[in-house]
């Protein structure tokens, strides 16, 4: 899977859009035969498709991979990728910090905050500097709850994620987004239930809401 950097660029570039043409994923510097052949066998891995209107776009299993497609290749693909959602808040007004996603899977779509555990660095510390360094905003982040998401868009498995919930609400500074892989806002009364949410954003604020509920394990279907 993925043997070589063309393979795992095709995926990664694919994950930031709906779907692109071949000239638009070919690199300037590399030659179209060559290019073709590593199309070709990203295809045949089932990453990824081509279209009827000739664009080439990620197939489920290519979603799931999406932006980790530089990544070390043996977190693929059916193992749960562990990430810290981020609850933040601001006191004043009780607005909601959101993320809207700018990569695969789920692109498009709106949630809370996310960042990477870190094996040096406790939970908490790690949410406060990626919240910092993504946002320019301040804050101290205390645990909520953990458990596991999986999102299937009909029969196949869109996202399976290992969560571990977090929340902030005392969160200071003013808000200057740094972050590519997608844009932040601030919602005084966001509807998590609506279609432009990520459809784990009502549980995840149920589980903000009334923290006596330490560990979920649920399925959503797009």
């Known amino acids: 899977m993925l043997d070589h950097h063309l393979q795992r660029s095709i995926v990664y570039t694919l994950a930031f859009a709906d779907s692109l043409r ?8 590399i030659d179209s035969k060559l ?10 891995e089932g990453l990824a498709v081509k279209n009827s209107d000739g664009t080439y776009s990620l197939t489920p299993q290519g ?10 290749q043996d977190r693929f693909i059916d193992r749960a990728y562990s990430i810290l959602l981020l609850v933040v808040r601001r006191k004043s007004d009780g607005a909601w910090l959101l993320y809207t996603r700018n990569n695969q899977p789920l692109r498009g ?6 960042a990477q555990p870190q094996p040096d660095q406790d939970s908490a ?4 500097r990626a919240l910092h360094t993504n946002t320019g905003l301040t804050g101290e982040f205390s645990y909520v709850s953990s458990g596991y998401f999986s999102i299937y868009s009909g029969d196949a498995l869109e996202s399976f994620t290992h969560f571990t919930l ?14 590519e892989l997608g844009e932040y806002s601030w919602q005084l009364f966001p509807n998590f239930d609506d279609p432009s949410m ?8 149920e ?8 560990f979920v394990e649920e399925t959503f279907r797009l």
Not at 22 to 29: A, I, K, R, T, V
Not at 109 to 114: A, P
């Open 198 to 205: 990520l459809p784990t954003a009502q549980t995840l604020s």
């Open 63 to 72: 979603r799931r991979v999406g932006k980790g497609a530089l990544k070390k």
């Open 166 to 179: 977090l929340a902030c609400d005392d969160v200071m500074g003013d808000l200057a987004a740094h972050d």
């Open 207 to 214: 589980l903000y809401l009334h923290p006596d509920v330490t």
């Open 125 to 128: 510390a790690t949410a406060a």
């Open 109 to 114: 779509l709106s949630g809370f905050m996310q």
């Open 35 to 44: 290019f073709t052949y590593h199309l070709k066998k990203v295809i045949a």
């Open 22 to 29: 071949f000239s638009e994923l070919q690199p300037d510097d």
